[in-house]
């Protein structure tokens, strides 16, 4: 599992199994719009600002080329050929289980553990994105070495990177979240303390779901900045507390200084969750649905049921299957 694919097994793939009509639809729809890019040797994405007019074309060309690689834009424009006249981009969320901040199985590459773990960072992300953002329009594509999120409602699409940037730092909790309130009627007096566990909705909870996620994953090996050893160790003792939701009981554990420097470390680890520059970037290419990743020998798919989804069952090319020590 997980090796790269040869030149002949892409082209059986490319002739045997893959099917233009399984494209997506949020991919067939607008196709002229979107620039699509291709990496034939291995080398990186060089081969850009390619357009198809219909279907067929591409259909024709995936047989004949067999790509080590192939991409399509997030944005849509007028004059994809030059990158011209730009539209608007879909709004996207890259989650590689390779550069997870924390994996519980500190793999050389992706293994199943990790890629379950990107998986479940997914849900909470998805999570949010429809119960707080209220958005609908929502794509998994499993990418072979983790997953992209792919929201195409029309309100996010016109964003610019910086609401961008502060869209990615709210779903992956990137930021301490205040614990002082003071209400308005009470300027004067001492702020109340509310602690980001106490609070059961909005940006509080999400950052205590994140936080949540990365306490149960520690194996006590990460360097974490701001994280000793012994504190590491301390969130390994005490999580039990977190996983039954006594919060408060894990913070008195831990002691007040060193939870308000932990709460400060897991913001910032966060940031990681998820790759930034994808985010923020109007331009990007993607792998395309249904392409095969060739350094691991997945398919790249769109994914309807997330919750039950398998990489290892559904993702697989059969001349994976078949080879002999598969
Ligand atoms: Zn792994």
């Known amino acids: 599992m997980f090796e790269a694919s040869t030149l002949e097994e892409r082209r059986r793939y490319y002739r045997e199994e893959w099917n233009v009509k399984e494209l997506p639809d949020f ?12 990496d034939h040797l291995g080398n990186g994405p060089n081969d850009r600002y390619r357009i198809f007019k219909t279907q067929d074309m591409i259909r024709r060309f995936m047989r004949y080329r067999s790509p080590f690689a192939a991409y399509c834009s ?13 539209l608007k981009s879909e709004l996207v969320f890259d989650v590689d289980a390779k550069d997870l901040p924390i994996r519980s199985c500190n793999c050389e590459g992706v293994c199943n553990i990790c890629l379950n773990e990107a998986r479940q960072i997914v849900l909470l992300i998805l999570d949010t994105l429809r119960g707080d953002l209220g958005l609908k329009d929502i794509h998994m594509i499993y990418s072979g070495r983790g997953y992209h999120i792919r929201v195409l409602d029309e309100e996010v699409m016109t964003f610019d990177s910086e609401v961008r940037s502060q869209v990615l730092k709210y779903v992956s909790g990137a930021e301490a979240p205040k614990n002082k309130y003071v209400l308005e009627n009470e300027v004067d ?3 109340y303390e509310l602690e980001h ?3 059961p909705f909005g940006y509080p909870a999400v950052f205590t779901s994140r936080v949540k996620h990365s306490i149960m994953h520690i194996t006590g090996k990460e ?21 039954k939701g006594e919060w408060g009981l894990f913070k008195n554990k831990i002691g007040p200084i060193r939870y308000k420097n932990f709460v400060e470390s897991m913001s910032q680890l966060n940031m ?7 985010s923020i970037d109007l ?3 993607l792998r395309l649905p249904t392409s095969l990743h060739s350094k691991v020998s997945m398919k790249c798919m769109e994914v309807k049921n997330i919750e039950n989804f398998d990489p290892l069952k559904e993702a697989v090319p059969k001349f994976v299957m078949e080879r002999k020590d598969y």
């Open 223 to 243: 360097k974490i900045e701001n994280i000793n050893t012994k504190l590491l160790k301390d969130i390994i003792k005490y999580r039990n507390l977190v996983e």
């Open 197 to 199: 566990f106490l609070i």
């Open 283 to 285: 331009k990007r290419i």
């Open 189 to 191: 007096q001492k702020p």
């Open 27 to 38: 991919i067939k729809k607008d196709l002229n719009k979107r620039e699509f890019g291709f």
């Open 74 to 86: 997030i944005a849509f424009y007028n004059k994809p050929w030059q990158r011209g006249d730009w």
């Open 272 to 278: 990681g969750i998820v790759d930034a520059k994808v």
